[in-house]
């Protein structure tokens, strides 16, 4: 498992030798006395003041709310995979707090990281039931977070695309791994759990086939491009950011069929950690790529890693 990978003297080795941040709160992690993420959920009471009622903090017995004791144990199934898998404490890897907000608006049909804290709507119960159903969906605003606090990639076009496709990721690769799912498995679907009745279609997006959810008579199909070929170039949502993230989307999909969810999740998250605010695709197949090589020398993962990864992005027209 990556969890024995990750204990092998290999990787001891690698962090006495990287001097990166990530590097350094990884072995601060390891102290003692690190101080470990306190889960806070508040509850909105349907208005849209943020933290305005304490319902439940780290310790506490369980709410007489299932949606603050949903969210309070999925979020610490996250917090647990990045702890665990990824050798990273919390958002800022120094062990932040993790603020999380429920019923946020009147039929709130959104979830959203806000910049310092998550965000959750309870849905119109008619098209989207409440947005803390799908662990996905949690796991994908978390890691807007992890995100921030690494390559912080700007909101809009390439960059923005990006930043969204990294949250469907770990949203995807989170989900699997608490569901103890391989790639085979798994749905690849993103917030199909919040689908309700008159939105008769799978989920918002998926990664295994984007523009094909959704289908209904409602909104039609996902505008999700599933090659470069067809990348969108208009203004609408901050220049494609949730439209063009199929592009990359399927190609994560493409190479955890082949080398399994977590270990292609492992480069994606090293990768991000090396990537910067203004990337472009062609700069993420780069460092993507690279990471892949690295772990490879560093026999982390298998031989042969690399050539899947570079093979993934030329099926989805992201490298020549
Ligand atoms: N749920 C959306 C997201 O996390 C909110 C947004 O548009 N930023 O991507
Ligand atoms: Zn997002």
């Given at each position: 498992s990556l969890q024995s990978l990750h204990q092998s003297k290999m990787i001891r080795q690698e962090r006495r030798e990287e001097t990166g941040k990530t590097n350094v709160a990884e072995i601060a992690m390891q102290a003692p006395h690190a101080h470990e993420a306190n889960r806070l959920v508040y509850d909105c009471e349907h208005g849209t003041q943020l933290r305005k009622k304490l319902v439940r903090q780290e310790g506490d017995s369980a709410s007489s709310d299932s949606v603050v004791n949903d969210v309070y144990e999925m979020i610490g199934k996250v917090r647990e995979y990045y702890k665990n898998v990824m050798l990273r404490n919390s958002i800022d890897a120094k062990g932040m707090d993790l603020i999380i907000n429920v019923h946020y608006g009147q039929k709130y049909m959104n979830a959203f990281w806000n910049g310092s804290e998550m965000v959750f709507g309870d849905g119109d119960g008619t098209i989207f039931s409440n947005f803390t159903n799908s662990l996905d969906v949690i796991a994908h605003e978390l890691a807007h977070a992890v995100t921030q606090y690494t390559a912080n990639l700007e909101y809009y076009g390439q960059s923005g695309a990006l930043n969204e496709h990294f949250s469907d990721v770990f949203g995807s690769a989170i989900q699997q791994h608490v569901k103890g799912q391989t790639a085979h498995d798994a749905d690849w679907l993103i917030g199909n759990e919040l689908m309700a009745k008159e939105l008769q279609g799978e989920a918002l997006r998926s990664m295994k086939a984007p523009g094909t959810a959704y289908d209904n008579k409602l909104m039609g199909k996902d505008p999700q491009p599933d090659h470069l070929s067809k990348y969108y170039i208009g203004a609408d949502d901050n220049q494609g950011v949730h439209i063009n993230s199929g592009i990359p989307n399927k190609a994560f999909y493409l190479v955890s069929m082949e080398i399994g969810t977590d270990k292609a999740a492992l480069i994606w998250y090293k990768a991000l950690s090396r990537?910067?605010?203004?990337?472009?695709f062609k700069d993420a197949v780069e460092v993507i790529v690279d990471t892949a090589r690295k772990l490879t020398n560093e026999q982390i993962l298998s031989l042969g890693t690399t050539q899947i990864v570079r093979a993934a992005f030329k099926e989805v027209g992201m490298n020549e």
């Open positions: 990537l910067w605010p203004n990337a472009s």
